[in-house]
């Protein structure tokens, strides 16, 4: 199936820094990209996705990039606050299913 | 407001005992999912189904079942459960893209998962 490598895997960052997290996927015929925050003991949830006709989207402080041609996409936090700390997903639709990535870990200390 | 709900949010059993894992969704999805998630591995799909009595394997069906004779019932069996299937079971719903594909599609609401141990 879709192989979605996500990197890295942890991350720390000060409060008010940005964090960027990437993502690479193989089945070049996804063209659906959506990014999953988990709080610990908690659902994942969708923060933001970002579909194959469109290069990047922004909401607020997080925005996603897409470059299909390299088969890459990343999120973007800016002005990371602690609330923000979690663990996040990217994955990548392959036919009907979402294919995830590990996951990164992401620590905003204040 | 709960949407999908997993009716067992933790489970104790013994290795070879028959576990029924139970996911029901309100919001007339299609699609339905279980995924398994387990530190540093991320969320790795299972099975899915894309309508009632079908069903596909994911990336990790080995040891495990499915049944949907209903639309909004999911379920999930280990036919003889082994230690290495202690985890965090995640069930989720979506719908398929239709006319618009922008419209929230393939969009997943996942359950509040369901810990399952194996003695």
């Known amino acids: 199936g879709e192989n979605v490598e996500q990197h890295p895997s942890t991350l720390s960052v000060q409060e008010g820094d940005s964090a960027v997290i990437k993502c690479t996927y193989s089945d070049s015929a996804s063209n659906y990209f959506p990014w999953y925050k988990q709080e610990l003991g908690k659902r994942p949830q969708l923060i933001i996705d970002i579909r194959s006709n469109v290069g990047e989207k922004k909401d607020q402080r997080i925005a996603v990039t897409l470059n299909k041609t390299a088969k890459h996409f990343s999120l973007h936090i800016t002005e990371t606050q602690p609330e923000d700390s979690a663990v996040y997903f990217c994955?990548?639709?392959?036919?009907?299913?979402?294919?995830f990535g590990k996951g990164t870990s992401l620590l905003v200390t204040p | 407001d709960v949407k999908v709900t997993q009716s067992s949010r933790y489970l104790v059993k013994r290795t070879g005992e028959k576990v029924f894992l139970e996911c029901v969704q309100d919001?007339?999805?299609?699609?339905m999912f279980w995924y398994r998630q387990d530190p540093g591995l991320g969320l790795r799909l299972i099975y899915f189904s894309y309508d009632v009595k079908m069903k596909e394997k994911g990336d990790i069906p080995e040891g495990y079942s499915v049944s949907r004779e209903k639309k909004e019932r999911f379920s999930l069996i280990l036919e003889s459960a082994s230690t290495n299937q202690t985890s965090m079971y995640l069930c989720a719903s979506s719908f398929p893209p239709g006319g618009d594909i922008y419209s929230g599609a393939n969009v997943l609401t996942f359950g509040a998962g369901s810990r399952l141990t194996v003695l």
């Open positions: 919001m007339d999805h299609e699609n």
């Open positions: 994955a990548a639709l392959s036919g009907y299913a979402l294919n």
